[in-house]
């Protein structure tokens, strides 16, 4: 369960989250739609703890992300937006190297990131340096990254952002197989996106909620002011 009340994020002159309040609950996945600027990444990283709200609070179950930031985090899954730096190092080392940052060592290390890697289709490139990958696969070490940990939320900033229809098809695809048993949020710019994974859509324009409903609801309300 993820209960966000009253979130707000100012800059200098600038409200880019403003009064925001909502819940997610297992079994949802949840498509965050705006525009470009809306305050969808602010929102992504006030919810994950890497940024501090003005005002407002979010919760992961039950663990306030402000105060109980750690154990908040060991329930939440980050992809974040854009394409990381990887260097050059081979998709073994850099999931190794994650889980230990999360605390996994020898054995159980190495089976965390041989489950992870097993759930995003990797196992064939495992021993291959990241930057000789497609962006398809890079985003799957994305989302290996972020579900090492086994945590009961994933949060996709733009998660097929830059990949071409094929690519995309398939990361929607495991995103699917993950939500089975995560709450996934997905921030996003594009309806289709939404519509194609999500079971609940959340718009935000100017950092305020202007709709909330189901994908179907609002594809049939986007055709109503197209077509008027
Ligand atoms: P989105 O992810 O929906 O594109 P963002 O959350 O990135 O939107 O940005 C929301 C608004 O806040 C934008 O107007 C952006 O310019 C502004 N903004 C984001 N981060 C900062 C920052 N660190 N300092 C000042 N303004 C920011
Ligand atoms: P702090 O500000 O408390 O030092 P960190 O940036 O070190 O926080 O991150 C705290 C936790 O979040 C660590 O367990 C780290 O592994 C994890 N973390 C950091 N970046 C990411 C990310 N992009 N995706 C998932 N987890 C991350």
């Known amino acids: 369960m993820i209960e966000i009340t009253n979130l707000t994020k100012r800059f200098a002159h600038h409200t880019a989250v403003d009064n925001?309040?909502?819940?997610?609950a297992p079994g949802e996945v949840l498509g965050f739609l705006g525009?470009?600027?809306?305050?969808?990444?602010?929102?992504?990283?006030?919810?994950t703890g890497f940024l501090a709200p003005t005002s407002g609070s979010a919760s992961v179950f039950g663990f306030d992300i402000q105060k109980q930031t750690l154990k908040a985090q060991r329930e939440i899954g980050y992809l974040p937006?854009?394409?990381p730096c990887y260097g050059d190092m081979t998709v073994r080392g850099f999931l190794e190297f994650?889980?230990?940052?999360?605390?996994?060592?020898?054995?159980?290390?190495?089976?965390?990131?041989?489950?992870?890697?097993?759930?995003?289709?990797l196992e064939k490139v495992l021993g291959q340096s990241i930057e000789t990958l497609s962006k398809g696969f890079?985003?799957?070490?994305?989302?290996?990254?972020?579900i090492l940990h086994d945590p009961r939320v994933l949060i996709l900033d733009e998660p097929t952002d830059g990949l071409d229809p094929?690519?995309?098809?398939?990361?929607?695809?495991?995103?699917?197989?993950?939500?089975?048993?995560?709450?996934?949020i997905i921030s996003t710019h594009i309806l289709e996106e939404v519509t194609a994974v999500c079971t609940r859509a959340l718009v935000i324009a100017a950092g305020k909620r202007v709709a909330d409903?189901?994908?179907?609801?609002?594809?049939?309300?986007?055709?109503?002011?197209?077509?008027v």
């Open 98 to 121: 994650i889980a230990e940052i999360r605390g996994f060592r020898g054995a159980e290390k190495k089976a965390r990131v041989a489950q992870a890697a097993g759930q995003v289709e």
């Open 213 to 227: 409903g189901t994908p179907f609801e609002l594809e049939s309300r986007s055709r109503y002011h197209q077509a």
């Open 35 to 47: 525009p470009n600027g809306a305050g969808k990444s602010t929102t992504m990283k006030m919810l």
């Open 20 to 24: 925001l309040s909502f819940s997610v």
């Open 138 to 146: 890079k985003r799957r070490v994305g989302l290996a990254q972020a």
């Open 81 to 83: 937006e854009g394409a």
């Open 166 to 184: 094929n690519q995309k098809h398939q990361v929607r695809q495991l995103i699917q197989s993950l939500a089975r048993d995560k709450i996934v």
